[in-house]
T-cell receptor, first 115, second 111 residues
Framework: EAQVTQNPRYLITVTGKKLTVTCSQN?????MSWYRQDPGLGLRQIYY???????DKGDVPEGYKVSRKEKRNFPLILESPSPNQTSLYFC???FGTGVGQETQYFGPGTRLLVL | QKEVEQNSGPLSVPEGAIASLNCTYS??????FFWYRQYSGKSPELIMS????GDKEDGRFTAQLNKASQYVSLLIRDSQPSDSATYLC???????????FGAGTILRVKS
């Protein structure tokens, strides 16, 4: 089954404790992206990757890191989480960014609470 | 001003009616426009994409684009209770590879 998977689905942590949220897709997509969703603000892009070893900042990258060492995986790293990073996080992937390739397939989401 | 603006709603329509969802955007050079549906507690899923001015129909859904007015809309005909969800408008910026989402409009279809 074609899908984007994220782990963990739910996470409660404390301020400053490093964490990683994994994202994996099995569709051979080149483009992958991380979003956070907050009430009233919608989905905001954190980082995206056009291909292996190619990453770039989205609109809200502060406090986050990413890596793309393999095409299928795009982990999101919070080196020192803070309460303002409490949010619902979605990973998404698409074939590319050209017309007809842009459909984003979203993972199930990771709900993060930072105390 | 937000880059992509939507009325948060909720928009309530009776079953069988036409639901009209609207979105405006600020990047005049944007070329790609999308409507995603998100059920409560679920992830967004694409329902329509549109690239040219005018209407694009897919089943009960019609997307309308007017680049001169920087306006994109989604019409849902014969609305069903199963259409109750949050509808997200998304626009790809002219430069770069960033997709910008609006905050979404909550639609409630009452039977």
């Amino acid at each position: 089954e074609a899908q984007v998977t994220q782990n963990p689905r739910y996470l409660i942590t404390v301020t400053g404790k490093k964490l990683t949220v994994t994202c994996s897709q099995n569709m051979n997509h080149e483009y992958m992206s991380w979003y956070r969703q907050d009430p009233g603000l919608g989905l905001r892009q954190i980082y995206y990757s056009m291909n292996v070893e190619v990453t770039d900042k989205g609109d809200v990258p502060e406090g986050y890191k990413v890596s793309r060492k393999e095409k299928r995986n795009f982990p999101l790293i919070l080196e020192s989480p803070s309460p303002n990073q409490t949010s619902l996080y979605f990973c998404a992937s698409s074939f590319g960014t050209g017309v007809g390739q842009e459909t984003q397939y979203f993972g199930p989401g990771t709900r993060l609470l930072v105390l | 001003q937000k880059e992509v603006e939507q009325n948060s709603g909720p928009l309530s329509v009776p079953e069988g009616a036409i639901a009209s969802l609207n979105c405006t955007y600020s990047d005049r050079g944007s070329q790609s426009f999308f409507w995603y549906r998100q059920y409560s507690g679920k992830s967004p899923e694409l329902i329509m994409s549109i690239y040219s001015n005018g209407d694009k129909e897919d089943g009960r859904f019609t997307a309308q684009l007017n680049k001169a007015s920087q306006y994109v809309s989604l019409l849902i005909r014969d609305s069903q209770p199963s259409d109750s969800a949050t509808y997200l408008c998304a626009v790809r910026r002219e430069y770069g590879n960033k997709l910008v989402f609006g905050a979404g409009t909550i639609l409630r279809v009452k039977s």
